[in-house]
């Protein structure tokens, strides 16, 4: 309740006086309620499709009832609320719960308009994800689906010709075909902009982050440049590991490496697979944390006996204890791809409840998943004390960031020795510590540069600076910031911007890379404040940061995830790291270790950094 206190007070301390409007506050209220009830059927129906699968036609039909319904329901509220705001009334706390309401979005334009960028958007999410490909040199075998099957082919591949065939095929289907697509859905995106109440559509882009697109570009760009360093030498590294595999004709010196081959690379990396595969792990003979057969060894070998483990994990930090029904009701999904299926917190508005459905535990992944989902879970039921209108994330993905912070410290190997998972001491030596790392680096440090590719070049179409099909300015971004070149040349006769793997059209990025950010700067954060790392202790390195029992943690967690979206993501912030900003110093710190030993492997091995 207190949490409630201080937000009022806050908000009151730092806005105009003007008084709260009783008429306001009922419509706000009301608000508040209706909107509630609308959000928990379409939970539910989410649920219900989750629960019985993607073909199932009545969880479907229920979740287009309740699209249906919301649309209408937002409608209704439009014009009030823009009366509201014209008149200026209320006080701050009430303004900004106006800030908060659901914009109309596409709804916005005329039904024809409506009707077709509805068809775009479709036509180009069905393009990506029902296209089939023939398969190399068998014209008349074509059902190959880009995932699981071109995807486990060109990963399992050794045939150059055979990657690059599949690279190629992929583009034309999906890129060319849905150029013009792309373009008049770009021209509708702008149009939808306007009709929402953003003058300049790159600021409609970003409106979930509530900066404007100057604003979160320039975040990005530090970001970028920040992270360039470690990039520049990890970027030389991979590089050097291609040019081993392929040889120096496909891998030149100072040039970008080539896409198709470096995608297989750093693929290889989420798809966790053995140590031996990489050519050139920094300690071969150290070899890769795999925890699967411990976990079974150690009785945690059921979905339930994990999460009352990881539950335990989050009381000891201070938070919530969760009570014996959520697991009596929680429920297993039926997943026809177990690798794909993620334990997950449902949260309801109206409803006095939260669900909880999981997977089978088949490997370290979902054991380490289960601090996600938990984090979700107090994540929403802190924010639960907020209005309707208050409770999402300050961004989307933020609470991500929490969940990840804390798996990441789970995955450290202090914490699993402490489980007992990990009985040899090698795995807190640094070599041990630097495949850890570089692993996790695959992940992470290649992934920025290509999520920050897919905004810039959307902007840049927004912005006006570019047209929608400039297929060599989008090269051109890729080649500076990714170190990748496609390998043969490209032109704007061809098409490869929406070729990137299942996203849809209109998914913005930024929130992905400052949620990633974000995690790494929290792990410093916490781990800085219980005293786990200390910059400059060799025996208190950030990889090796575990936070468990760490009590104090619990208090400034629930208070900051306590207030939802009632406050900008700085305020957030500053109460959660005592930082106004989101930063790239966590992420660097924990890199360190790794980035010293590729730096001084690229200047032993003679490696060309960056490129012309
Ligand atoms: C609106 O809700 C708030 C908080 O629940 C309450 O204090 C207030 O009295 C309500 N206002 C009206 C007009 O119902
Ligand atoms: C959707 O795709 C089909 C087949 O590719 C095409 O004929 C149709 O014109 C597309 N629709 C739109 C709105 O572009
Ligand atoms: C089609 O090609 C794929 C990939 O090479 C192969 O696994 C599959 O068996 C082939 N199917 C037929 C009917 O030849
Ligand atoms: C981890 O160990 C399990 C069980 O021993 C095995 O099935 C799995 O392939 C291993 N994973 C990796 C990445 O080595
Ligand atoms: C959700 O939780 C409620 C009560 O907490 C329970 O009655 C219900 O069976 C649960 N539903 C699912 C699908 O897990
Ligand atoms: C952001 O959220 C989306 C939707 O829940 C999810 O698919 C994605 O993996 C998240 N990204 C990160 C970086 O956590």
Not at 258 to 277: C, D, S, Y
Not at 345 to 361: E, I, K
Not at 421 to 440: I, M
Not at 602 to 607: G, P, R, S, Y
Request: aromatic residues 12%; neutral net charge.
């Amino acid at each position: 309740m207190w949490t409630c206190l201080v937000v009022l007070f806050m908000a009151g301390f730092t806005q105009a006086k003007s008084p709260p409007d009783a008429t306001l506050d009922t419509f706000l209220n009301d608000t508040n309620q209706q909107l509630a009830v609308i959000y928990d059927q379409a939970v539910l129906a989410q649920l219900l499709n989750e629960l019985r699968g993607p073909n199932d036609l009545v969880a479907l039909l229920e979740i287009e009832v309740t699209d249906d319904k919301l649309i209408k329901y937002v409608k209704s509220l439009t014009t009030r609320k823009a009366k509201f705001k014209r008149l200026g009334l209320g006080d701050s706390r009430q303004r900004r719960l106006l800030a908060k309401f659901p914009l109309l979005g596409y709804e916005a334009l005329s039904p024809r308009d409506l009707k077709r960028v509805y068809a775009l958007a479709s036509n180009m999410s069905d393009n990506y994800h029902n296209v089939k490909l023939c398969a190399y040199k068998q014209p008349d075998n074509c059902t190959l689906r880009l995932i699981p099957q071109v995807q486990s082919i060109v990963q399992g591949s050794r045939d150059l010709d055979e990657i690059e065939y599949y690279w190629f095929e992929w583009r034309r289907r999906t890129g060319l075909a849905t150029r013009s697509q792309f373009v008049a859905f770009m021209d509708l995106y702008k149009k939808t902009a306007q009709l929402n109440g953003y003058d300049r559509a790159e600021d409609y882009w970003f409106r979930s982050l509530e900066l404007n697109g100057q604003e979160t570009m320039s975040l990005l760009d530090k970001i970028m440049h920040g992270l360039r360093p470690l990039f520049l030498q990890f970027h030389a590294h991979v590089r050097g590991s291609l040019r081993k595999m392929h040889g120096e004709r496909l891998v030149p010196r100072n040039r970008p490496y080539p896409q198709h081959l470096a995608e297989v690379f750093i693929g290889n990396a989420f798809r966790r697979v053995q140590a031996e595969w990489y050519v050139d792990l920094p300690s071969p003979e150290a070899g890769l944390v795999n925890i699967t057969q411990e976990l079974h060894r150690r009785g945690l070998s059921t979905t339930q006996r994990v999460f009352w483990n990881v539950a335990e994990y989050f009381r000891a930090l201070g938070l919530p204890q969760l009570e014996s029904s959520l697991w009596t009701y929680a429920q297993k999904v039926s997943s026809d791809d177990d690798d794909r299926c993620w334990h997950k917190a449902w949260r309801y508005y109206a409803l006095p409840r939260t669900n909880f459905t999981y997977c089978p535990l088949n490997d370290e992944e979902r054991f380490f998943n289960m601090f996600e989902a938990q984090a979700d879970l107090h994540y929403y039921r802190a924010a639960s004390i907020q209005p309707t209108l208050l409770q999402e994330e300050p961004f989307p993905n933020f609470s991500d960031a929490i969940g990840k912070c804390f798996s990441m410290a789970a995955s450290s190997p202090r914490f699993l020795r402490k489980l007992g998972l990990l009985k040899e001491g090698k795995w807190k030596e640094l070599p041990a510590r630097l495949n850890r790392l570089y692993v996790q680096g695959l992940r992470v440090v290649f992934l920025l540069p290509v999520f920050y590719v897919l905004d810039r070049f959307r902007i840049e179409v927004l912005s006006g600076h570019i047209k929608a099909d400039d297929n060599e300015a989008y090269w051109r971004f890729t080649e500076h910031y990714t170190g990748a070149a496609a390998p043969t040349k490209r032109t704007n006769e061809q098409f490869d911007v929406p070729a990137k793997l299942l996203m849809e059209v209109d998914d913005q990025y930024a929130s992905h890379i400052l949620s990633i950010v974000l995690q790494f700067q929290l792990l410093e954060h916490f781990c800085t404040k219980t005293g786990q790392f200390e910059k400059g202790n060799p025996k208190k390195p950030l990889d090796l940061c575990d936070l468990s029992d760490q009590r104090g943690l619990g208090e400034i967690l629930q208070k900051a995830m306590s207030l939802g979206s009632s406050v900008y993501y700085r305020d957030v912030l500053q109460e959660l790291v005592n930082q106004p900003e989101i930063s790239i110093d966590g992420l660097l710190t924990y890199f360190q270790p790794l980035q010293d030993w590729l730096q001084h492997q690229n200047q032993q091995n003679k490696l060309d950094v960056g490129w012309s």
